[in-house]
């Protein structure tokens, strides 16, 4: 599709009638890694013009389902998310920001949902399973976080998402809230829409690797660059970023492969950068191939990085800086997203009773037909 070079989608309804859902747990700011994973594809996606609505959850109760012994640390990375959200161009004039624990209809939605779903359904659940896993759950699982998948599906069906952009982590998740959506339908008629996952291009689905090297970027492995980080704190990092270890004079020849410093390369650099900051390369192919045969040292490769990343950065930063002036005026934005959100998904609850013929005191034909039985005698 045109609107975004980072994200690839199955055909599905006509642009004009598509409407995206997706959400972030505030468990801490955000980085890169994400911003090239997610943020700069949405952004692009709502600069499009191509969807009708786009809505961005900040998913603080699906964070308390494994947080919830701590929510300060939710309640502090609510204003976080946002000012990263906002900072890299999420604008809430043409994006509805909200956050989830301030639409109760949602749990309405997942209490009908909860009885389409089978206790082994959930237990199948490959994200859930992995996540089980990762927080050593197995023999004490909170039902609240046992049950998350649930309340995703009433997530995205509550704004009648057509379109979900996730990582590919998330599309068990997606499969559980179209086979919700087809069981309603097929129990208590047409009424609920089935989503499509949106998963990024392989470009930017490739997991930026932390900048000491290591397979993920953890706030808690301290190996992250995020997204507000200042100018200085960003050079230590890129100076001291995981390159070719074997790689130790300038005329050795260097690996690509596994070399952090290209890696980001890959996901950041453009022609332009080249033609701005390195113009005696052409492309990040030419660089590459110079440092593969040696002659091309490190230093000057990060110093090239720092330009690209320092010019990606900047305006994001700048942003942060309006934003974190006003952060008032961004509580007041996440409350007017939240508002709006609420009266949509107060339409779909009302459509969900109203199929589950649960909306007895707008059922003129229910009463009058139970009123003439009786009435009769
Ligand atoms: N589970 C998602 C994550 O961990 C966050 C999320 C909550 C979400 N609700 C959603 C994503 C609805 C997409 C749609 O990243």
Known sequence: MKGSPHYVEGDITTMSDKIILTGDRPTGKLHIGHYVGSLRGRVELQNSGEYKKIFIMIADAQALTDNADNPEKIRQNIIEVALDYLSAGIDPEKTTLLIQSQIPELCELSFYYMNLVTVSRLQRNPTVKAEIQ??????????????YPISQAADITAFKATTVPVGEDQLPMIEQTREIVRKFNDVYGETLVEPDAMLPTEASARRLPGIDGGAKMSKSLGNCIYLSENSADLKTKVMSMYTDPDHIKI???????????????????????????????????????????????????????????????????????????????????????????????????????????????????????????????
């Open 134 to 147: 990762l927080r050593n759950f197995e023999t004490s699982i909170p039902v609240g976080f046992f049950t």
């Open 251 to 377: 005329s050795d020849p260097g690996k690509i492969e596994g070399n952090t410093v290209f890696t980001y390369l890959d996901a950041f650099a453009t022609d332009a950068h080249f033609a701005e900051y390195l113009p005696e390369y052409a492309n990040l192919d030419e660089l590459k191939a110079h440092y593969q045969r040696g002659g091309l040292g490190d230093v000057k490769v990060k110093k090239f990085l720092l330009a690209v990343l320092e010019e990606t950065l900047a305006p994001i930063r700048a942003r942060r800086a309006e934003y974190q002036r006003d952060i008032a005026g961004v509580y007041d934005i996440l409350k007017k997203g939240s508002e709006a959100a609420r009266e949509v998904a107060a339409e779909t609850l009302s459509d969900v009773r109203a199929a589950m013929k649960i909306n007895y005191f707008d059922d003129k034909a229910l009463i009058e037909s139970q009123a003439k039985l009786y009435g009769d005698k």
